[in-house]
């Protein structure tokens, strides 16, 4: 498979392989809950301080490009690792010319 064929497919969160197991759900759901009592408590402090809300606005714009950048990250890590898996298995030995199995 190409580069760009790899590319062009989607990649599927969920683990791949004979043995993979879906991954707990609570650590994100304890995340979510974090960050959210975490925002709200952020936002009355700046309300209750009298500080302008538009002050609120950077750190959320910061931390939504961070967010966002870190998907790009793993997505583009994952297609990387699916070419690799598909293409370094077919590797010939330019001795022989024959094919190497690499596992």
């Known amino acids: 498979m190409s580069v760009h064929a790899a590319l062009a497919r989607p990649v599927s969160g969920t683990p791949r392989g004979r043995h993979a197991k879906p991954l707990p759900a609570w650590p994100r759901v304890v995340a979510r809950t974090l960050f959210l009592a975490f925002a709200l408590i952020s936002a009355g402090v700046?309300?209750?301080?009298?500080?302008?809300?538009?002050?609120?606005?950077?750190?959320?714009?910061?931390?939504?490009?961070?967010?966002?950048?870190?998907a790009k990250l793993r997505t583009a890590a994952r297609k990387i690792e699916t070419i690799f898996a598909e293409e370094l298995p077919r590797e010939t030995n330019p001795g022989t010319g024959g094919n190497i199995e690499i596992s």
């Open 46 to 70: 700046v309300v209750v301080a009298g500080w302008p809300p538009v002050l609120l606005v950077v750190p959320a714009a910061v931390l939504l490009l961070l967010v966002a950048s870190v």
